[in-house]
């Protein structure tokens, strides 16, 4: 099976690019050879491709920077997402696209199913969001759109690797203690895309490791298993904070735990915890 990926240089792109199942080629796109808002270079891509499934991993991720630049996030996230799914339309290709747990505000304190009303609540989630509209559209039926959340990887920059790195340079971190979610290993979100493609998935899905953690859950288990593996080697004090108490330009969902269950029973797995991941991404990261 022919498969095209696009935003080949992204975390969960170099997790997808590692887990390449048998029998797939794959014919990865970095920015610099493929920016998605420009329909013309999607559509020529395409055509030299032939792909059967495009999967698009590209994506503007800057969360804060998207509240003053709306307009870049809607190019990439919305008008980039439908030229991909256009082109994957109009030569009869699968289509996979990964959305966030970010096209939710984050008031309800349940976790949130496929079928909830999206509710965006900064711009980086409304460019999502009308992304996920536009492939509802173009490419009805054909599409499997994953939304995840908290993704963190031993590729790209994260927020456990944010955390190894002021580990080493402070005393004391100060996390946010009062916005919960699910932190998501992306190299066993690749697994279950390359699972979904094998067996043609469709639809609107969540994705997420199992458990909660609010981001200092996530940061005290990010040091205690690195003071433990060996990787650094001070266990640095972390202090819990409120979200008032670190104010970013955007809005935070303060509860953003996906239901994954539909996903998980059609791939026919089980999810992990979010700190067996951890560590296995650390051990990773450790070498
Ligand atoms: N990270 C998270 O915590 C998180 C949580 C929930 C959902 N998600 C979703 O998961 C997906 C993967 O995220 P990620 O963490 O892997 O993101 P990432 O590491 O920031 O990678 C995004 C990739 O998209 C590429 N890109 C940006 N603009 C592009 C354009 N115009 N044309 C082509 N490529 C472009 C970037 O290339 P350059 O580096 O060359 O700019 C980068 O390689 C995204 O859809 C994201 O919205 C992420």
Known sequence: MRVMLAGKH????????RYVPAGIDITAFPSSELDITDSRAVDSAVSTVLPQVIINAAAYTAVDRAESEPDAAMAVNRDGAANLARAASACGAGFVHVSTDFVFAGDTPRPLRPDDPVSPAGAYGMSKAAGEEEISIIIPGRSLVVRTSWLYSSFGANFVKTMLRLADERDLITVVADQVGSPTWAAGLARSLW????????????????GVASWYDLACAVIEEAFR??????KVKVAPISTKEYPTPARRPAYSVLDSSEFYRKLGTQPAHWRDNLKRCLKELNG
């Open 195 to 210: 699972l979904a493609v094998e067996k043609g998935i469709n639809g609107v899905h969540h994705y997420a490791d199992a």
């Open 10 to 17: 992204g975390q969960l792109a170099s997790e997808l690019q």
């Open 229 to 234: 593996l060996g990787i650094i080697n001070k």
